[in-house]
């Protein structure tokens, strides 16, 4: 009965151990972008948000401090301005829509910053 005990102790300290060394290795700082590719990004585009969503959330943390330079409509207050939209986060750029977190690379090219 001892031994089955400490197969279940050593399991367990196993799981453990992945779960701790998943949550490190995905948790990994999100690069930031810089202010003035932040400005130019905001300049020359519109991000539209929901309070309460997750991957809007995401698309902040890439920008960091500097998202406070986007600009940025949210649709959980503002629906009268997302009537287009179908999802969020959504940039416009040029009109043209883009669906989901997009890279500051793609913002870059997107917007010609």
Not at 15 to 23: R, Y
Not at 34 to 56: M, P
Not at 76 to 95: A, L, M
């Amino acid at each position: 009965m001892k031994r089955l005990s400490k197969e279940r102790w050593i399991t367990l300290i196993i799981i453990v151990f992945v779960i701790v060394l998943a949550i490190v290795i995905l948790k990994k700082d999100v690069p930031q972008t810089d202010e003035e590719i932040s400005k130019c990004i905001g300049e020359n585009s519109v991000l539209y948000t929901r309070l309460g969503c997750h991957f809007c959330q995401v698309q902040e943390e890439v920008f960091g401090e500097n998202y406070q330079y986007l600009t940025t409509i949210d649709c959980f207050y503002n629906q009268e301005e997302c009537t287009d939209i179908s999802g969020t986060p959504t940039w416009v750029i040029k009109g043209k829509k883009y669906e989901g977190v997009q890279s500051i690379k793609q913002l870059k090219e997107l917007t010609g910053c």
